[in-house]
């Protein structure tokens, strides 16, 4: 029986960076999820009478959200709905899930990295049938109807059985439960070398994998030491749980501190790598070695020649603007294009439907290629362990050589979160205004050549998106850049991005806090950022 339901909009509905994200309380609250579903479904009309894909990353409300769903598919006409078992699904599993089987779209339930539990964070997107988060216009799309929405649909249903693979019904809608792994696994077999990495690791090598409690446990757990033959045990906190074990799901120094010890320790493994809540982002390290996610781009598109499924080259590199400049040398080494991005993995989607880019990467934490339309965690690590298996040297070995053949990027990310969400936009909209008067200026010794708010046109369909973030270009290939945040749930997160390029191999050792002192200084004082914000110093270092 299909019930419809009169609602009121809610003006807050507009999709960040990556879809909707707010508290869990914030989504509890009659009608919110359902508005938000409804707009997806009165946009998206291929869903009528197609399949739409539905998983999550197991954080709490994650199951509810999936029987919402199901019942509002089966009142809105949709015709079969793929469901990873248990509701769960990684989001790259999802996007490879949704192009396997050429649906049209799917709704990914995820706040990413962010903590999850009862207090922590839900959150929603729309996956278009590419398999890639759905594109600005479409996401403006559906914010427009949420702001007129006045019913949703929803058919009466007792609680649907989704634990187990099988085939079953809502009214007319099939609904199929699958493995949320093995489509994504056999991807990776098709991509990389395993048999090579299997060698490598039966020969001694170790590894240790970081799943936080999150995702890409199972997905790690089969892959790495099912059929790569890691040591049982090289995954760890590999059980996703809703709450992620009270920890913060994102791979970085600062959030994944056990393996980075390890890594740091006096036997410390030779691998190491972590995961995020829904399983798109990694971080890599080697013995006593962290690959900044920049390095990690440039290193990867440097070697993608040793992995099978690149072989015959790059198209193309993209990066978002933030990232730092080290994949542009490769880029121009190779011969190929590169490309500058706002941020989000929304952006790449064009580039690589195109054909344009082959791999894209970003900053924070993202890297994939063109196998998927999301960024991609576990697919990033056996990228690196196929390069180790082949290079047979230590990862810290291989991206020294990086710098000496490419000069090093130093980079750093410094997090002011939770700051008043006035005072940042404020802040923003001051130093926006002093940008034009510091081109030929000099700051901390270092002569300015471009200072602008980044603007975006997107050279396949030609959308422009403006004012994606401030930034500073000195004449050396140094950048200051300042950003706020699209996917915090509390105030505003302000991100402050340092880079400095060094192509002396002799200085390339140095400690990169204390290399990028002077920018971050001079970056400092210019937007009185901590005056403003009443900090004295970053919440978070990357
Ligand atoms: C999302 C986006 C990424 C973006 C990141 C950080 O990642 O998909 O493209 O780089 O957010 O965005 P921001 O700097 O606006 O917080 P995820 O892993 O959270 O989905």
Redesign the pocket.
Known sequence: MIQTITTTPFSDQRP???GLRKKVSHFQQPHYLENFVQAIFDTQTALKGGTLVVGGDGRYYNRHAVQIILRMAAANGVNRVIVGAGGLLS?PAASAVIRKYQTQGGIILSA??NPGGEDGDFGIKFNSDNGG?AAEQITEAIYARTKTITHYAIVESEEIAIDQPQTTALGEMAIEIIDPVSDYAELMESLFDFNAIRTMLASGTTLRFDAMHAITGPYATEILEGRLGAAPGSVINGIPLPDFGGHHPDPNLAHAKELVEELFSATPPDFGAAS?G?G??NMILGANFFVTPSDSLAVMAANAHLIPAYRNGLSGIAR?MPTSCAADRVAAHLGIDHYETP???KFFGNLLDSGRATLCG?E?F?TSSGHVRE?DGLWAVLFWLNILAVRQESVAAIVQQHWQQFGRNFYTRHDYEAVDATTAQQLMTDLEQRLPSLVGTELAGLEVSSADNFSYLDPVDASVSKGQGLRICFSDGSRIIF?L????TVGA?L?LYIEKYEPDPQRQSEETQTILQPLITAALELSQLQQRSGRSAPDVIT
Request: aromatic residues 4%; hydrophobic residues 5%; without cysteine.
């Open positions: 960040g960076t990556s989001t990413s990295h988060p995020d829904d798109d982002r978002s941020t989000g993995w970003e924070s993202g960024k950003r945040s699209g996917t915090g997160t991100r």
